[in-house]
């Protein structure tokens, strides 16, 4: 399966600040998803980074506040911008790989907004 | 879209004994149904997964279960162990390469030893 490398890991951030999340792939892959897991929820799709074009974003969540890049096949970046409380979560980087597309997750980053 | 519902929310059960968890979904089109693990502070970990060519997979004390008709799918673990105590996500998709996952909410399995 693939390496999926997210940084930061884990943030405490100020409200009203924005944090860029990067998602690093050790081989080229054709879809990256971003989710979100809210404590004790379950997942979430945020959008899909889409190479070279803008993301698709899933109803719920706008380019405005979580502005999203996917400049290559193995990277990717997600903003949350002006945070709150309400955006303290577990955001997941996530792809699919191999013949049967299974979809593998990243370490995740776990932002707290205080 | 595709939705997603899990049952039960939580479930606990005596070590050695089975455990089951029911998922159903709305889309008749989906064919790619995974299982996740996760636990505690960590990410979902893809534990077992079936498509819609098959009715029935096991992978040693895990196994799943597909009904295309009723649209349903089910988790069954036997012989559980305390470490078997985590939340397990189901989740359904279209396997077209280019769909994202849709999750249930969860179940987390208590396992008492």
């Known amino acids: 399966s693939a390496v999926i490398s997210q940084k930061p890991s884990r943030d405490i951030c100020q409200r009203g600040t924005s944090l860029t999340i990067q998602c690093q792939v050790d081989s080229q892959v054709t879809m990256m998803f971003w989710y979100r897991q809210q404590p004790g929820q379950s997942l979430t799709l945020i959008a899909t980074a889409n190479q070279g074009s803008e993301a698709t974003y899933e109803s719920g969540f706008v380019i405005d506040k979580f502005p999203i890049s996917r400049p290559n096949l193995t990277f990717s970046t997600l903003t949350v911008s002006n945070m709150s409380p309400e955006d303290s979560s577990i955001y997941l980087c996530?792809?699919?790989?191999?013949?049967?597309?299974?979809?593998?997750f990243g370490e995740g980053s776990w932002l707290t907004v205080v | 879209g595709e939705n997603v519902e899990q049952h039960p929310s939580t479930l606990s059960v005596q070590e050695g004994d089975s455990a089951v968890i029911k998922c159903t979904y709305s889309d008749s089109a989906s064919n790619y149904f995974p299982w996740y693990k996760q636990e505690l502070g960590k990410r979902p970990q893809l534990i077992i997964d079936?498509?819609?060519?098959?009715g029935e997979k096991k992978d040693q004390r895990i196994a799943v279960t597909l009904n295309k008709t009723a649209k349903h799918f089910s988790l069954h673990i036997t012989e559980t162990q305390p470490e078997d105590s985590a939340v397990y996500f189901c989740a359904a998709t279209l396997d077209t390469g280019r769909r994202a996952l849709t999750f249930g909410s969860g179940t987390r399995l208590q396992v008492q030893p």
């Open positions: 079936i498509r819609s060519n098959v």
């Open positions: 996530s792809v699919g790989q191999g013949p049967g597309n299974t979809i593998y």
